[in-house]
C-alpha cells in the first residue's frame, strides 16, 4: 500500500466521520430548537462531509493501487469503505 495515500485517506475519512457527527449533533439541536438556521449549518456540514468521504476512499483506492474512481464506492457510505479495505492490494 503507498503510503502517502494511504495517510492522506485517513485523514480525510477520519474528518469526515468527525464532520458527519458534528452534523447529526447539529441537526438534534436544530430539531429541539425550531432554528432553521442551524438545520442549513447542518445540511452544508453533511454535504461537506460527504465529500470528504468519497476524496478519502478515493485516496485509499490509489493507495491500494486502483484507480481513484473506485473511491465513488464511499456513496455506499461504510458499505463502500469495507468493500475498499477487503480489495487485495496491487501496489507492489
Known amino acids: 500500500m ?48 460527504g465529500i470528504l468521504f468519497i476524496w478519502g476512499c478515493s485516496l485509499y483506492a490509489k493507495a491500494k493501487g486502483y484507480s481513484g474512481y473506485l473511491g465513488l464506492l464511499g456513496f455506499l457510505s461504510l ?3 469495507i468493500i475498499l479495505v477487503f480489495l487485495p492490494d496491487k501496489s507492489s
Open 79 to 81: 458499505i463502500g469503505l
Open 2 to 49: 503507498l503510503a502517502d495515500y494511504k495517510s492522506k485517506a485517513n485523514l480525510a475519512i477520519g474528518l469526515a466521520i468527525i464532520l458527519f457527527i458534528i452534523a447529526a449533533a447539529t441537526s438534534v439541536n436544530a430539531g429541539h430548537s425550531g432554528s432553521s438556521g442551524l438545520v442549513l449549518a447542518a445540511k452544508l456540514i453533511e454535504i461537506v462531509s
